[in-house]
């Protein structure tokens, strides 16, 4: 049977009210899982953030956010009868709105209507915004079992449901990690009518990795880049997909940092070289542009016998500004 979801990530199905009550029995417990590195989300509009574990899997958009501890976990949500493997997930629904407490209503009324099994509703406080928690659960039948809880926000016109949730324990042994997703959601911020969300932040966060330090602007959201035959990689997009950083490590083999450039240069359709530092290192580039209105640089650096790729793209039109934010992230950088 198809099953379909509202906007802010809830169930509506035709299942009959006794297939979504709940039962235990019979059904193992995953263990617990600990709390690992966590990465900042940044929604490039309303601004919201919430730290997401390393790895995750994303599915975001302007207002709407979707985080899977495993790839095809997405799909046991758009059919939890399917065979797509058990997991959580965690939805963050940001909804602008004039009367903010109106639309929270709404939601949590309709949510009430569903055939879910409710537990009762408290008071909350989050990220400085009352709101309100209520637990549910669901059974889809052949142990299809959902159960998780919503929280529902009330900001500056902007109404927030955040919907924590796992299918066959899962969300019993996520827990910990859910509840330290919790504690770090922060609401979005008003912005400034003038402000062009496109083009990189003037604030900017602080990035770590086991090999280097580094700051980014704050609107800049990290990604899950395949890491291939690299011993590392790493990479943060701006609202434009076109527009991003990238770190890659890999060995220099003795290699010094012109002997890797010489190495790698050829792989780009090079439209000039130069030479400068980053991090107190000797470091050279090669400036390419892979396609039309998009420019890129890639940056080589050896230190401590291993070498870095940074790799900067950007929109054309917007060349200055790019120009002036990716200067500050090279010149953050600091090796350890």
Not at 61 to 70: D, I, K, M, T
Request: glycine share 10%; net charge positive.
């Amino acid at each position: 049977m198809k099953t379909r979801f509202l906007s802010w990530g809830v169930f509506i199905t035709a299942l009959p009210v006794v297939l979504l009550l709940a039962s235990c029995g019979g059904e193992q417990k995953p263990a617990p899982v600990a709390v690992g590195e966590m990465e900042d989300y940044r929604d490039p509009v309303i601004g919201f953030h919430v730290g997401v574990p390393k790895g995750w899997i994303r599915n975001v958009e302007v207002g709407r956010a979707r985080f899977y501890n495993a790839i095809e976990v997405d799909k046991k949500y758009l059919d939890p009868t399917g065979v797509a493997p058990l997991g959580v997930e965690v939805a963050i629904d940001a909804i602008k709105t004039p009367e903010p407490a109106d639309r929270v209503k709404q939601i949590r009324d309709e949510i009430k209507a569903m055939n879910f099994q409710l537990g009762p509703e408290e008071a909350v406080t989050i990220g400085g915004l009352s709101g309100s928690k209520i637990t549910y659960s669901g059974n889809y039948g052949k142990k299809n079992i959902v159960r998780g809880y919503h929280i529902w926000l009330v900001g500056d016109s902007i109404a927030y449901d955040l919907n924590f949730s796992g299918f066959g324990g899962n969300e019993g042994a996520y827990a910990a990690v859910f509840d330290t997703m919790l504690k770090s959601f922060e609401p979005g911020r008003p912005r400034e009518k003038e402000a062009d969300i496109s083009l990189p932040s003037e604030n900017f966060m602080p990035g770590d990795t086991k090999f280097f330090s580094y700051e980014y602007p704050e609107n800049f959201n990290f990604t899950n880049p395949p890491k291939g035959s690299f011993e590392f990689s790493q990479e943060l997009r701006g609202y434009r997909q076109d527009c991003s950083i990238r770190f890659d490590v890999f060995g220099a083999k003795g290699l010094n940092v012109e002997k890797v450039f010489d190495q790698n240069k050829g792989k780009y359709r090079a439209k000039s070289t130069g030479k400068l530092t980053i991090g107190g290192q000797p470091a050279m580039y090669v400036a390419y542009s892979p396609a039309a209105q998009v420019e890129s640089r890639a940056y080589f650096v050896v230190k401590n016998d291993k070498a870095f790729r940074f790799t900067t793209n950007w929109y054309k039109p917007q060349e200055e500004a790019y120009g002036v934010a990716y200067q500050k992230v090279l010149n953050s950088v600091k090796f350890k």
